[in-house]
C-alpha cells in the first residue's frame, strides 16, 4: 500500500528518508565539481569569478524548493480527501506557476548579472570571469527550479529512489562533462558552465 496514512515504523521511515539523504549528499558533491575542474585547470581568478555569482544562481534556483514543499504538500491534503482531479489541477497550476517565474528569474538574472557581481565585490577580471559564468548559466535556471521541484513531488509520491537515480545520471553526467569541457578540450570556465 503506498499510502501516506499507513505506519511507519523505524525501518520504514530509513528506507523513505535514505534516497532523500543521499541525493543532498550527491547534490553537494556534484556542485562542488565546477569548483574542483575549474580551480585546478583553468586558474583561481575564473574560480573566485564562479564563486562570486554561483550563491546568486543557487538563491534564485531554491525558487524549486518552496514550489515543491509548499506545492507537495497541498496536493497531498487534496489526494487524501480523495479529492484527485482537484490534486492534478492543482500540481498543473503548481508546475506552470513554478516553470513561468523561473523563465522571468532566469531573464532578470542574465540581465542583472553584472549588477549582481558587482553587489557582491567583483572587479576587473574577476567581474568578467563572473560575468561569463552567470550568462551562461542563468539561462538554464529554468531547468534547476524543475528539477528541485519535482524531486519534491516524486519524495512526496514515495519515489525517492526514482528522484535519486536522476540527480545520480545528472550529477554524474556534469563531472564527466566537466573533464571533458575543461580538461581535454580545454574551454576554460565557459566549459565548466556549458557542463
Known sequence: MNSLST???VVKLLRLVTP??????????????DGFFVSNFVGKTPFAGLNIIFPALMMFSSLGFMFSTGGSAYVSKL?????EDEGRAAFTTIVLACLG???VL????????PAISSFLGAEGDLLSYS????????PAIPFFVMQNMLQGFLLTSRKGTLGFSFMFIAGMMNILLDALFVVFFQWGLPGAAYA
Request: charged content about 5%.
Open 7 to 9: 505506519h511507519l515504523s
Open 79 to 83: 489526494l487524501g480527501e480523495k479529492k
Open 131 to 138: 560575468v561569463l559564468y552567470g550568462h551562461i548559466l542563468f
Open 101 to 103: 517565474l523561473s523563465v
Open 106 to 113: 532566469a531573464i532578470l538574472g542574465y540581465f542583472l548579472t
Open 20 to 33: 532523500t539523504v543521499l541525493m543532498m549528499v550527491f547534490i553537494s558533491i556534484y556542485y562542488m565539481a
